[in-house]
Every structure is written in C-alpha cells, then in structure tokens.
C-alpha cells in the first residue's frame, strides 16, 4: 500500500534523490492539481510520471491516478502539496 503524506503549507517537497522512487502532487494556481514522479520497472528501464489533464480536476482525481501508478511501479509515498 502506498503511503500518502499530506505536506504543510509552505513545507517543500522532500528531495529523494535519482536513485529512489518517488511521486508527488502539487496545487497549481488555477485550483488544479498535478502530479509528477519517477520509477523504474521490473527490467530496470526507468519511467516517468506526469498526469493527465482529466487528472488534474481535483485532488481526489489526481491522487486516484497517481496511486494507481504508485502501485504499478512500486512508489512507496505519495507527497502531496495542497496549496501553490
């Protein structure tokens, strides 16, 4: 199970490095959210992550998509920023 860490506002976003997953969400502002990350697969290729649009609508959407992705690629948190 991914893990969701909702940050305070102003709190930055943790730096995790090149060599570890990761994946976070931020407000923008126009009230939307996006969401960015990296991971790698089982091959050891590596992927990114950057939502969609339609993702992007609301909080609950971009955090539904992005563990969804968490999940597939093995991202143990989620930082989630809620304010710009």
């Given at each position: ?16 490095g ?8 931020e ?58």
């Open positions: 199970m991914t893990k969701v860490i909702y940050l305070s506002p102003g709190e930055q976003l943790p730096d995790v090149d060599d570890q997953p990761w994946l976070t969400i407000a923008s502002n126009d009230g939307q959210f996006f969401g960015t990350g990296a991971s790698w697969k089982a091959s050891g290729e590596w992927v990114g992550y950057c939502s969609l649009v339609e993702d992007d609508v609301s909080l609950e959407t971009a955090l539904a998509a992005a563990q969804d992705w968490a999940t597939k690629y093995g991202v143990p948190t989620i930082w989630v920023q809620v304010t710009p």
